[in-house]
Nanobody, 123 residues
Framework: QVQLVESGGGLVQPGGSLRLSCAASGSIFSIRAMGWYRQAPGKERELVAVITSSNSTTNYTDSVKGRFTVSRDNAKNTVYLQMNSLKPEDTAVYYC????????????????WGQGTQVTVSS
């Protein structure tokens, strides 16, 4: 019913930048929040950044504050993650997440996940 398509991952040197994008499509009535999680090998998935659709409130995990910026385009149902000053410890698979209200089941919302995009920070 809802698809999240991510793009923008890749290999970058330490100190470099990448921009991730995630576009949601399907039977969407509204999106309450969109965000990014990441999972490194051998570690649990963790929240990186989230932004609400109503008032653009953002929340970041401490390790990325000041380096990453999450933003969204409500008209396009798209969320972005600008990642600057990347470090090797940022290496992970990054997953897009959206809290979606469907046309057929409003006002209840559901969590949807993208397929993941690999970000590798290495020299």
């Amino acid at each position: 019913q809802v698809q999240l398509v991510e793009s923008g991952g890749g290999l970058v040197q330490p100190g470099g930048s990448l921009r991730l994008s995630c576009a949601a499509s399907g039977s969407i009535f509204s999106i309450r929040a969109m965000g990014w999680y990441r999972q490194a090998p051998g570690k649990e998935r963790e929240l990186v950044a989230v932004i609400t659709s109503s008032n653009s409130t953002t929340n970041y995990t401490d390790s990325v504050k000041g380096r990453f910026t999450v933003s969204r385009d409500n008209a396009k149902n798209t969320v972005y993650l600008q990642m600057n000053s990347l470090k090797p410890e940022d290496t992970a698979v990054y997953y897009c997440n959206a809290k979606v209200v469907l046309i057929t089941t409003r006002p209840r919302d559901y969590n949807y996940w993208g397929q993941g995009t690999q970000v590798t920070v290495s020299s």
